[in-house]
């Protein structure tokens, strides 16, 4: 099994620490399991978090890489997309693994909620929570899902983050900043209605 994620940088709200003693805990339950967790990109949080994968003595189960630019390639060759932030804004690399097919196993904060809620193949663990993320990981190992399949039944539901559909979401608030007028009706972006933004999901979704 291939899990990645991408751009460990300084940033605390990333949480790469809750991933690799995810995949720690992963290695304790399982120590014959085939596994390799990559983290690609660079930044200055990276040595810390290679000390720590020494530590606790993942050797090949975790690889670091430098920054890639194909990225389509990677998530192509990956089985899994593991991503523990603790916060977000839009989670652009969440978005490429929902588009690419990859079963996700995701933090659950509102974020993560907000973009992979309702998507097939998606599991949640607590924000923190190393043995969930493990559990996580190894429910989707047990049960793996067609990467066709899964495009196929998230594509109606990625169309709203589409570059088209928020465009034009963003021309329709324009419009109705300057014109002090409600969207059009037939806006199919997630700025439309403004009034009616739905409450995050709270529990723990199990795998759909």
Known sequence: MRATSFVPSGSKAKNYDC??????????????????YLICG????????????????????????????????????????????????????????LSSGLPCVLSGIDQHYEVAGNMPGCVFSTPNNAEEVSHALLLLMKDPMSADTLRRDREPLLDKFSIATCAGSYSDFYQFVRQGKAAHPSSQGT????????????????LR
Not at 49 to 73: K, N, V
Not at 198 to 204: L, V, Y
């Open 42 to 97: 660079d930044g200055p949080g990276k040595q810390r978090l290679m000390d720590l994968a020494a530590e606790l003595q993942l050797g090949i189960w975790i690889q670091f890489c430098e920054s890639r630019t194909d990225i389509p390639e990677l998530l192509a060759a990956g089985d899994i997309f593991l991503s523990t932030s603790s916060v977000e804004g839009m989670p652009l690399s969440v978005l490429e693994a």
């Open 19 to 36: 991933a690799i003693r995810g995949v720690a805990e992963l290695k304790r339950q399982a120590p014959d399991l085939n596994v390799r």
């Open 191 to 206: 700025l439309t209605n403004l009034t009616e933004v739905p409450p995050a999901r709270k529990d723990n979704q199990c």
